[in-house]
């Protein structure tokens, strides 16, 4: 009787660490798996040497030589998110404001804008929302504008796959696929290798400031049309989806009316050292606490549980055994005193 009590509750502990696994596996590992609403602000920097780019200032337009530091600032918006992300956006998407800006070596600004928009918490693409807008000083476009962001852009998905993402390109308004390439490391982390080609194509430029370069840099030149191309690689740790090393390979030209072309910017970005090292750190973590919530916890649940329940069963069944083997022995000595 006392091992069939003990067996009870074995059996019971086994078949509650066998929910407590399915639990995990599928109610906690999914809240694991999307960006959280008080997601803590970042920061990438990403560095150029030796680049060629314009630079506006109050003498006009000019071409330079030198090295380029472009910063991204990343600013979950909680509270906007909680007002603005109704009906079929509750609970799947945040809203994240984005602030760059890219600087010369001796502090100037070269260029910088801002944007506004939200972020499928699961996917980490653009969510339609009408709410989104741009804002660049960018000659390209020169103003704030309503933008319909779509794909990718600051983060892939969770556990991403060897596949091509969507991955949007502000500079022209829309998408481009970014191809899986390889498995790398960064770090001694194993990452997804991804990279978007984008061809050297027309690009939008209002007219006033097309008539402004062209006759700034290329008189007698009275309009002109830009051109621009762009290599992305990103090099993705898949089960967070966050970027750990990002290259831009930029280059933008000015087509004037008399035949000349304008180098307006030729630039190779690659994430600092710094950046580089910071997010691998922030990653590991995650990636830590992702596994442990959908793998590890689930898989030592389960063979806990599964070894208690089969310890149990073992366990109640020594009381029938016991009792066989006691009633035949006193059967045995009752038959010997007949005959004796």
Same mark, same amino acid.
Do not use: C
């Given at each position: 009787?006392?091992?069939?009590?003990?067996?009870?509750?074995?059996?019971?502990?086994?078949?509650?660490?066998?929910?407590?696994?399915?639990?995990?596996?599928?109610?906690?590992?999914?809240?694991?798996?999307?960006?959280?609403? *008080? =997601?803590?602000? @970042? +920061?990438?920097?990403?560095?150029?040497?030796?680049? &060629?780019?314009? $630079?506006? %200032?109050?003498?006009?337009?000019?071409?330079?030589?030198? *090295? =380029?530091?472009? @910063? +991204?600032?990343?600013?979950?918006?909680?509270?906007? &998110?909680?007002? $603005?992300? %109704?009906?079929?956006?509750?609970?799947?998407?945040?809203?994240?404001?984005?602030? @760059?800006?890219?600087?010369?070596?001796?502090?100037?600004?070269?260029?910088?804008?801002?944007?506004?928009?939200?972020?499928?918490?699961?996917?980490?693409?653009?969510?339609?929302?009408?709410?989104?807008?741009?804002?660049?000083?960018?000659?390209?476009?020169?103003?704030?504008?309503?933008?319909?962001?779509?794909?990718?852009?600051?983060?892939?998905?969770?556990?991403?796959?060897?596949?091509?993402?969507?991955?949007?390109?502000?500079?022209?308004?829309?998408?481009?696929?970014?191809?899986?390439?390889?498995?790398?490391?960064?770090?001694?982390?194993?990452?997804?290798?991804?990279?978007?080609?984008?061809?050297?194509?027309?690009?939008?430029?209002?007219?006033?400031?097309?008539?402004?370069?062209?006759?700034?840099?290329?008189?007698?030149?009275?309009?002109?049309?830009?051109?621009?191309?762009?290599?992305?690689?990103?090099?993705?740790?898949?089960?967070?989806?966050?970027?750990?090393?990002?290259?831009?390979?930029?280059?933008?030209?000015?087509?004037?009316?008399?035949?000349?072309?304008?180098?307006?910017?030729?630039?190779?970005?690659?994430?600092?050292?710094?950046?580089?090292?910071?997010?691998?750190?922030?990653?590991?973590?995650?990636?830590?606490?992702?596994?442990?919530?959908?793998?590890?916890?689930?898989?030592?649940?389960?063979?806990?549980?599964?070894?208690?329940?089969?310890?149990?069963?073992?366990?109640?069944?020594?009381?029938?055994?016991?009792?066989?083997?006691?009633?035949?022995?006193?059967?045995?000595?009752?038959?010997?005193?007949?005959?004796?």
């Amino acid at each position: 009787m006392k091992h069939r009590v003990i067996g009870t509750v074995m059996f019971g502990l086994g078949v509650l660490l066998l929910v407590i696994a399915v639990g995990l596996r599928w109610y906690v590992a999914p809240t694991a798996t999307k960006i959280p609403y *008080d =997601l803590d602000r @970042s +920061t990438s920097i990403a560095e150029a040497k030796n680049a &060629t780019y314009l $630079q506006v %200032t109050e003498q006009g337009p000019a071409i330079h030589t030198g *090295d =380029l530091r472009s @910063s +991204t600032d990343v600013v979950p918006q909680p509270e906007l &998110t909680v007002q $603005q992300m %109704t009906g079929d956006l509750k609970g799947k998407a945040v809203v994240w404001d984005v602030y @760059s800006q890219t600087t010369a070596s001796d502090g100037s600004v070269v260029d910088a804008s801002s944007e506004e928009l939200a972020i499928d918490r699961v996917s980490g693409a653009a969510a339609p929302w009408a709410g989104a807008w741009e804002n660049s000083s960018d000659l390209a476009k020169g103003q704030e504008t309503k933008t319909e962001f779509k794909g990718n852009s600051y983060k892939m998905p969770f556990h991403a796959k060897k596949t091509s993402y969507d991955f949007w390109d502000g500079t022209l308004g829309k998408t481009f696929p970014a191809k899986f390439q390889a498995v790398d490391k960064v770090e001694g982390l194993e990452v997804y290798r991804y990279q978007q080609v984008i061809p050297l194509q027309r690009a939008p430029l209002d007219p006033g400031n097309a008539a402004y370069l062209a006759s700034s840099l290329a008189p007698p030149a009275t309009i002109g049309e830009l051109y621009y191309s762009n290599t992305r690689t990103l090099w993705v740790e898949p089960v967070t989806g966050q970027f750990l090393d990002v290259r831009e390979q930029r280059h933008v030209e000015l087509r004037t009316d008399t035949g000349e072309v304008v180098t307006l910017l030729d630039a190779d970005f690659n994430y600092s050292d710094s950046t580089i090292k910071d997010t691998v750190k922030s990653v590991k973590k995650n990636r830590n606490l992702i596994m442990m919530a959908s793998v590890w916890l689930p898989i030592i649940f389960a063979m806990l549980g599964l070894a208690l329940i089969v310890f149990a069963f073992l366990v109640m069944r020594r009381d029938p055994e016991r009792a066989y083997r006691s009633g035949g022995a006193h059967a045995d000595d009752r038959a010997a005193r007949q005959m004796a």
